[in-house]
């Protein structure tokens, strides 16, 4: 096995990150993960873990764990968020588990990265917070992480998974910077107590509304209310990523939404302004010893609740690529040589799933929706084969010599 007793660099403790570092400890690797936070955390939102990336989870020895925390959504609810009514309802549920196999499951993203670091510790994994990797040099005795300060670390293969705004790719691979995407994200979380009962039903629901959408969930065995708010916006003209907003600002950009949508968003006390960014598709996500993963190779709009899910499946890839590979590049390219065509594909899914959300003009918004409430009403069970290429697929029994 090409990676047992092989000194492993991971740079960036979320979500991939950390699936990456445990898959690899499973497989005898030594595996240091950088993380250039002070600690571990993050700001208060849910995330989504389709049936494809659930098969991840389960493999990594964390199905159990991951079940004591995760919700389980009947159903994903496309509604107008003008009028409130319902447009097409996608089962999930029993529904799901029996196609596919497995759950949708939904997530505070503390608790699922909680999950992972302590699954990554269990499995050996040392975590060094504080440390940011400002560049990596190929040297005669490997590969050496510059950390600031004099202060550098040893490794024979680095994984970046630091995010869409990736240092190591444009440093190692001489990508240029991340480009606004268009959009903007007001994200945030609402105690159950503050709504009305059954203002929104058990499940993921995307209200739609022209050049604007909102999702949410509960979470935590319904005491707490995830929301995404998507904004399509020119520009972003913030210094930052991210930055506290008014909620008024949110409440403002949904005015004359359904009133579950404004119930929702008037309750409201403290809301994250994001960003979307991307940039342009890589030739290539491996260089020498050096390969990405998750955001920092292929970012994803957040109109198909893919993100996690494709980080996770790249961090499962990886390890069963190099473990199976006779030496270390061709494990690296095996993993890039798989894992490219379906991230593509899913990006491409998700820009598709975006302009639909956000029909502006109202014949064709009109038409959007008949069709979308007709194949629900006719055939429910069709709507949710619609998604098998994507739910259906299982890297986990993939052979990692093809």
Known sequence: MAVSGREIAVVGAGIGGLAAALALAQRGARVTVFEAA??????????????????????????????????????????????GRRVARLPLGTACAARYGRPYWQFHRADLLGLLARGAAEAGVALRVGAAVARVADTSDGLRLDLGNGRAAAAEVVIAADGVRSGLRRSVFGAGEPRFAGHVAWRGLVPAARLPPELFPPAACVSMGPGRHLVTYPLRGGTLWNFVAVEARAAWVAEGWTAPDDPEALRRAFAGWSPAVTTLLGAVEETFLWGLFDHAPLPAWVRGRVALLGDACHPMLPFLAQGAAMALEDAWVLAASLAAAPDLGAGLRAYEDRRKPRATRVQRAAARNGRLYHLGAPGLRDAAHLGLRAASALAPGALLGRFDWLYGANVVGMNPAD
Do not use: F
Not at 59 to 77: Q, W
């Open 38 to 83: 002070p600690a571990l955390g993050e700001v208060g939102a849910g995330v989504q873990v389709g049936p494809n990336s659930v098969a991840v989870l389960e493999s990594l020895g964390l199905r159990d764990a991951a079940k004591a925390v995760a919700s389980l959504p009947e159903a994903i609810e496309l509604r107008d968020g003008l009028t």
